[in-house]
């Protein structure tokens, strides 16, 4: 099947209320037009330039999610086009989309990404830690956390990231009873090809796909 009959397969199999973010990381613009005539509304990226690359092309046909780990000198540009930035995980990089959403008189939504594996070679928040981290978020005026991220891994058996799902999950829920100002648990992005089913049965509401749609990478 080719990338249009993957999209609609996946669009057809989703339970409701589930968002389909299409990874794009090292996509051509083709291939990404063809996701989004397919139905895709929100592609993610992991590389800021190669993302500003492709908005350079495509444009406004779709949302713009960043899905990897922003460098503090890429973020004035990132900040001008994203809708989302999912990846937020210290307070001095919250700072500094801040400062440049401030200068341009917008909010960013983001997502803070939580390490659920307290993996020390990964990006993210501690689950012990993501708590701390919001209230001290959600004093800034040009940023408004929307939810949680995480990764889980990214091979082996899908019913291993079961647990990583289940913890993110609880700090979500810990953190909407809080009713912490500027601050909205909307969504909880979790689950990629190989794990999506069970992020969903876990509480996910956007799923990050890219091999099942374009096929392995080459």
Known sequence: MGIRENVRAI???LPEGIILEAAIKTK???EILEAIDAGIKIVGDNYAQEMENRYKEIGNKVKWHFIGHPQKNKVRKLVKFVSLIETIDSIKLAEEINKRCSALDKVMPVLVEVNSGK???KAGVFPENTEKL???ISKLPHIKVLGLMTMGPRFGNPEDSR?????TKKVFEKIK???LPNIEMKYLSMGMTNS???AIEEGANIVRIGTLIFGERK
Request: proline share 4%.
């Open 11 to 13: 669009l057809k199999k």
């Open 28 to 30: 051509t613009t083709k």
């Open 119 to 121: 993996e020390i070679q």
């Open 134 to 136: 919001i209230i001290e």
């Open 163 to 167: 647990p990583y799902f289940i913890e």
């Open 177 to 179: 009873t809080l009713k």
């Open 196 to 198: 999506y089913k069970i």
